[in-house]
């Protein structure tokens, strides 16, 4: 079980430049979520998913989109990267099954916009 | 708005003793509050949940309050040891909803 992966691990683009960031879960589960990590900030929920095919919205949106085309892979997209994009992404899956609330984080991923 | 509040300052504490970190909202009814370990360029992983009407939870040496009159969380280490040095997070999540909101989180360092 490798549990969430994500990829890549770090990454430096330039402002305007597109990228998408891939995670992986091989537990099964139902709900994906990202996350952004800014100093002093904590975590912050970009988008999430609740099931294969769905998306919805979380606390900072703007800038970012997402798929979840199949049900172990949650993508996130950048359109057109900006300075404050400049951050670590975490990924996040959670069951339904019991203890259905605990999040599997993955390791993050580096993100530096020039 | 709603707000979660750790102590952004390091906690620093003998080997041996008993580490105390706390969690306090505001403008929030959480009906289950997290709490998770966070080492340096890793992602948080998951150590215990309470839920509104749990007064405490344990498992092993930790322990976790839920006081939803005083609107605050606190979590204990009992003999603690170096390898407990970490950022640990709160994160709350009310009903009716799939969404966690995290605290930004308190970096313990226990000293040998």
């Known amino acids: 079980n490798a549990g969430v992966t994500q990829t890549p691990k770090f990454r430096v683009l330039k402002t305007g430049q597109s990228m998408t960031l891939l995670c992986a879960q091989d537990?099964?589960?139902?709900?994906m979520y990202w996350y952004r990590q800014d100093p002093g900030m904590g975590l912050r929920l970009i988008h999430y998913s609740v099931g294969e095919g769905t998306t919805a919205k979380g606390e900072v949106p703007d800038g970012y989109n997402v798929s979840r085309l199949k049900k172990q892979n949650f993508l996130l997209g950048l359109e057109s990267a900006a300075p404050s994009q400049t951050s670590v992404y975490f990924c996040?899956?959670?069951?339904?099954?019991?203890?259905?609330?605990?999040?599997?984080f993955g390791p993050g991923t580096r993100l530096l916009v020039l | 708005s709603q707000k979660i509040e750790q102590n952004s300052e390091a906690l620093n504490i003998q080997e041996g003793k008993t580490a105390t970190l706390t969690c306090n909202y505001t403008n929030y009814s959480p009906a289950y509050l997290q709490w998770y370990r966070q080492d340096p360029g890793r992602g948080p992983v998951f150590l215990l949940l309470i839920r509104e009407n749990e007064k405490e939870k344990r498992k092993e040496r930790l322990k976790v309050t839920f006081d939803t009159t005083l609107k605050q969380s606190l979590f204990h280490i009992t003999a603690s040891q170096p390898a407990d040095s970490a950022t640990y997070l709160c994160?709350?999540?009310?009903?009716?909803?799939?969404?966690?909101?995290f605290g930004t989180g308190t970096r313990l360092k226990v000293l040998a």
């Open positions: 537990m099964n589960h139902e709900y």
């Open positions: 994160a709350l999540r009310g009903s009716g909803t799939y969404k966690y909101i």
């Open positions: 996040a899956s959670s069951g339904t099954a019991r203890p259905q609330e605990t999040q599997y």
